[in-house]
C-alpha cells in the first residue's frame, strides 16, 4: 500500500500506481470524504458524459436556427420568436433544452412571455412587497 505525504499546504500526491489504476487525469475532481478515521477520495464527475448524438444534415440546421431563436429569446424577448416544434426536438435531442420544459420555448407560450413582457415595461403591473398587500389588493 503506498504512503504519502501531506505537503505544507495540505497537499497530497497520489501515487502514480493508483493514478493510473483509477484513470485519473489532471484538473480531475475527487470527493474527499472521512469515514471511520479514514481518508477516502471518491473521482467525480461534474457533467454527465454523453456521447453526444449524430444528426443529420438537416438536423444541424434546424439546431442552428434553435439556437439562434434561443439567443434571442435570452438576449431580447420583445423581439424574439418562439421555437418551432422540429427546432425544439433536436434542441431537446441534443441536450439544450430540457424536454421536461419543452413547451417554454414554443411561439405559444413566447408569445404570452412577450406580453407579459410589454405589460412589465408598461408598468401595467404591479408590484408587492409581500403577500398580504397582494391580498389587501384583491379586496379593494
Known sequence: MPIVKIGPKHQVTIPKEVFDQLHLKAGDFLETITQEGKIIMVPKQLTAKAPAPSLT???QQILSQAKEKINRIQADLLHS????KEEIKVACKVGIIDP???WWWTEKWQKGEREAERDTKEGKVKKFSNVEELIKDLHS
Open 81 to 84: 420568436q418562439g421555437l418551432t
Open 100 to 102: 421536461d420544459q419543452a
Open 57 to 59: 444534415k438537416k438536423e
